[in-house]
Nanobody, 122 residues
Framework: QVQLVESGGGLVQAGGSLRLSCAAS????????MGWFRQAPAKEREFVAS???????YYTDSVKDRFTISRDNTKNTVYLQMNSLKPEDTAIYYC????????????????WGQGTQVTVSS
């Protein structure tokens, strides 16, 4: 069993930055693919980024060159650095974990965090 706790959301102006953190409990953290999804009002939850235990990263096209996902296996924590934020990035951001398989769709996720709100004002 893995518990995921996000932090770092908030209100920021367009063009600003935020860093989200997700702390994971449990063992064998490095074996989990970790990722971030987001869900905007009246929209479906969508993939944002993921990182393998080795550090290889994947991004959805709309955040490439603006967001950076990283992980610290010694701290059981994954981060999402978000730069050049846009109003369309406004959403609840969810941390996700999947055991030894890619995170790209909702049905590949084994564990979810409770979510953290990110609001970008224009």
């Amino acid at each position: 069993q893995v518990q995921l706790v996000e932090s770092g959301g908030g209100l920021v102006q367009a063009g600003g930055s935020l860093r989200l953190s997700c702390a994971a409990s449990g063992r064998a953290f490095s074996g989990y693919r970790m990722g971030w999804f987001r869900q905007a009002p009246a929209k479906e939850r969508e993939f944002v980024a993921s990182v393998r235990g080795t550090g290889t990263t994947y991004y959805t096209d709309s955040v490439k060159d603006r967001f950076t996902i990283s992980r610290d296996n010694t701290k059981n924590t994954v981060y999402l650095q978000m730069n050049s934020l846009k109003p369309e990035d406004t959403a609840i951001y969810y941390c996700a974990a999947a055991w030894l398989k890619p995170i790209t769709t909702l049905d590949t996720v084994d564990y979810w965090g409770q979510g953290t709100q990110v609001t970008v004002s224009s």
